[in-house]
């Protein structure tokens, strides 16, 4: 990406309707991208990923899918606590907490 692009014309160069978000990497001393970023995007049933890749190669940007970690699970999707099965009644629990 260019030095001077900023999260509304990458929006804007995706042609995408539903942009969720946009994480650009940026240079603390001098504030202008770095040349990386991440977009975010709902494809709704007439888009494609595509014809989306195509209008960031038309600009000259280089695109990749993001892969996540299959083995990677987040917090809250997790394994229950044990005290949230055995334990339904949270004042009985405080009790005998202390």
């Keep these: 990406m260019p030095a001077n692009s900023d999260k509304i014309e990458i929006k804007k160069m995706s042609g ?3 942009v969720i978000s946009v994480a650009l990497e940026e240079d603390n001393m001098k504030g202008i991208c770095t040349g990386n ?4 995007i709902r494809l709704n049933q007439n888009e ?5 890749e195509l209008n960031f190669a038309g600009k000259g940007v280089m695109v990749g899918e993001h892969k996540a970690d299959p083995r990677k699970k987040p917090k809250m999707t997790g394994n229950p606590k044990e005290f949230a099965t055995e334990i339904t009644n949270t004042k009985n629990r405080k009790q005998t907490f202390l």
């Design 48 to 52: 494609n990923l595509d014809d989306i």
């Design 16 to 18: 995408a309707r539903h």
């Design 37 to 40: 970023g991440r977009i975010q």
